[in-house]
């Protein structure tokens, strides 16, 4: 497979420049964009991708509370049937995050993560996903514990979550042994098919304004939803 699109061997702290939240929590992945359009990088569903390395700022960011967020617009679910948006487990040591099961020109988003015995897959209970239309998407998860459940936001909303693979596991694999692939796998088996834009890699839960989460007005989930929608259009 050839790497279509390079990332700066060091992550810089903002994406494309977009987005109200505060970087200095924030690592994100410039883009060379010979192979994109309007700043977001196209992945062709066969060979595509970006390899983002890895390091102290990207490594086990979900311990404690990690957050991934990112725009795209899928026309399919990729190789494999399970497009990687983001992949950070090399030969199972990490996590995936990916669309699945397509039906009705809607598909699923489904997170994959190693532990030490069973390893959990999440999945939503709906297909949040239009093919060709573009999506704001967030993932928030604090692995301390097996049964806290993944959250993902949708166009700043929620969404509904199956319950989880399995909640009796003991530790998390350590996943600094794996490079951050964008748009694919390291085995270049499950490829995305679409436009992925703003990767932002947080090594906290951002907010989504509910009480829980603080007292920022209306979030920083859906403040980053609005702020980049007008790009974004379908």
């Known amino acids: ?55 102290p700022t990207i490594d086990n960011i979900w311990d404690g509370g990690g957050t991934i967020e990112c725009w795209i617009k899928a026309y399919g679910v990729g190789g494999g049937t399970s497009g990687r948006i983001l992949d950070k487990r090399g030969s199972a040591s990490g996590w995936s995050f990916y669309v699945q099961v397509l039906s009705s020109n809607t598909c699923e988003l489904a997170m994959y993560q190693d532990w030490a015995g069973s390893d959990i897959y999440w999945v939503t209970a709906g297909k949040p996903i239009t093919l060709g239309q573009w999506h704001h998407i967030v993932c928030r998860h604090d692995n301390s514990t097996p049964t806290n459940n993944v959250q993902i936001y949708v166009d700043g909303t929620r969404v509904a979550m199956d319950a989880p693979s399995t909640t009796s596991n003991t530790a998390r694999v350590d996943d600094s042994s ?39 007005a209306g979030g920083e989930i859906k403040k980053n939803y609005k702020h980049g929608k007008s790009k974004h259009k379908n």
Not at 17 to 36: C, K, W, Y
Not at 183 to 211: P, W
Request: hydrophobic share 35%.
């Open 178 to 216: 794996s490079n951050l692939i964008i748009g694919n796998d390291t085995s270049f088996t499950y490829e995305f098919d679409g436009f992925i834009d703003e990767v932002r890699i947080y090594d906290r839960l951002l907010t989504d304004g509910g009480v829980a989460e603080g007292a920022v």
């Open 1 to 55: 497979s050839t790497n279509h699109l390079t990332a700066n061997d060091t992550p810089n702290t903002i994406f494309f420049q977009e987005g109200v939240t505060a970087n200095l929590d924030t690592q994100g992945f410039p883009i060379n964009r010979t192979h994109s359009s309007n700043g977001s990088a196209w992945f062709d569903g066969v060979a595509s991708y970006i390899n983002a390395g890895s390091g």
